[in-house]
C-alpha cells in the first residue's frame, strides 16, 4: 500500500518534524552547555553569558579533577555497584519469573499478587533501614545493591515476555534429557535476550544514579559512589579535591562541576548503543500480555 502524501498529511508531517527537533534540541542542549563550560577557560567563564561553543579553550578542570585520584576511586566504586549490582538483579529476577511464568505452579496467583502489593505498598524508610542495619551491611557495598535485588515492575515484564515463549520448545528440549535448568539456560534465556537487555539497561542505570541509598547507607568517604561525590561537590563550591597547588586563575568551580557530571555521565551513555537496539523490543513484548 502507497502513501499518498496530500497536502494536508504534509502540512502534519512538518508539524511533526518540528516538534520532534524542537524537543531533541531541548534534550540535547543542556549536554552542549555542560561539555562546553567544562572545557572553557575559568577567566571566559567569569565573564558569565550562556556558553554553547567554548570560546577559549582549556583542559584546566580535567587536568584539576584528575590530579587526585579520588573521582577515579568513586567511578571504580560505581562501576562495581553497576556490574555487581546488575548481575544480582538479573539473576535474582530469572530464577523467580520463570518458575512464576508457568501456569501449573501451584500458589503461582497468591506469589503473582505480594509481588504486586509490593509495587503500591511499601514498608518505609526508617524499617528499611533497620532491616539493613540489623543484617549489618550498613556501610558496606551490599546495602547498596541486596535491598534493591529484584524490581517488582521488571519481574512482572520478564514473567511475562517467558510466557510468551512457546511450550513446545521447552517440552522439545526436556524429551532430549534437559532438565528445568538446562531448559532455562539453554533455551528460554537465549531467545530473551531483548527483554534481558531492556532489563539489564533499567537495572545499570539505576545503580549507576544510585544516590540516596549511598548517602543513607555509607558512612566511609572511601566506598562513596561517583554521584554522592558529585553532590558533595556541587554543595562545596569551593572544595579543593584536586591539587591545591595549581594557580587559582585556572580554578573555576563551576567549570570543575561541569567537568565531574560529563566524567561521570559518559561511562553510561558508552553502555547505552549497545543495549538500544534490544531496549524497545524487549520493554514492549513483556509487556502485552498478563
Given at each position: ?213 549511598a548517602v543513607l547507607y555509607i558512612n566511609d568517604n ?69
Amino acid at each position: 500500500m502507497v502513501y499518498d502524501k496530500t497536502a494536508g498529511n504534509r502540512i502534519i508531517d512538518g508539524i511533526i518534524y518540528i516538534v520532534l527537533t524542537f524537543t531533541a534540541l531541548v534534550c540535547v542542549l543542556p549536554f552542549l552547555y555542560v561539555l562546553a563550560v567544562s572545557l572553557t577557560s575559568p577567566h571566559e567563564v567569569a565573564k558569565g553569558g550562556i556558553l554553547l561553543f567554548p570560546k577559549e579553550w582549556s583542559f584546566a578542570a580535567y587536568r584539576y579533577i584528575f590530579s587526585t585520584n579520588t573521582l577515579v576511586k568513586s567511578m571504580l566504586v560505581s562501576i562495581y555497584i553497576t556490574v555487581v549490582g546488575t548481575f544480582i538483579n538479573l539473576l535474582f529476577t530469572v530464577l523467580m519469573a520463570y518458575p512464576l511464568s508457568k501456569r501449573h505452579l501451584e500458589g503461582r496467583r497468591i506469589i503473582i499478587l505480594g509481588v504486586l502489593f509490593t509495587m503500591l505498598f511499601g514498608g518505609g524508610l526508617i524499617p528499611t533501614y533497620f532491616v539493613v542495619k540489623n543484617l549489618q551491611l550498613t556501610n558496606t557495598l551490599w546495602s547498596l545493591m541486596i535491598p534493591s535485588a529484584i524490581s517488582a515492575f521488571n519481574l512482572i515484564v520478564l514473567k511475562n515476555f517467558f510466557s510468551q515463549i512457546p511450550d513446545d520448545l521447552e517440552e522439545a528440549a526436556k524429551m532430549d534429557g534437559s532438565n528445568d535448568v538446562g531448559v532455562l539456560s539453554r533455551i528460554v534465556l537465549p531467545l530473551s535476550m531483548p527483554a534481558m537487555a531492556a532489563l539489564a539497561l533499567f537495572y545499570a542505570v539505576a545503580h549507576w544514579n544510585q544516590f540516596f541509598n549511598a548517602v543513607l547507607y555509607i558512612n566511609d568517604n572511601a566506598k562513596w559512589p561517583i554521584q554522592v561525590l558529585m553532590r558533595e561537590i556541587v554543595i562545596m563550591a569551593q572544595s579543593r579535591i584536586g591539587d591545591t597547588s595549581m594557580d587559582e586563575a585556572d580554578i573555576q568551580p563551576l567549570t570543575i562541576r561541569m567537568a565531574v557530571i560529563v566524567f561521570a555521565t559518559l561511562p553510561i551513555l558508552m553502555v547505552y548503543p549497545f543495549l538500544q537496539k534490544h531496549f524497545t523490543k524487549g520493554a514492549l513484548l513483556g509487556s502485552v500480555k498478563g
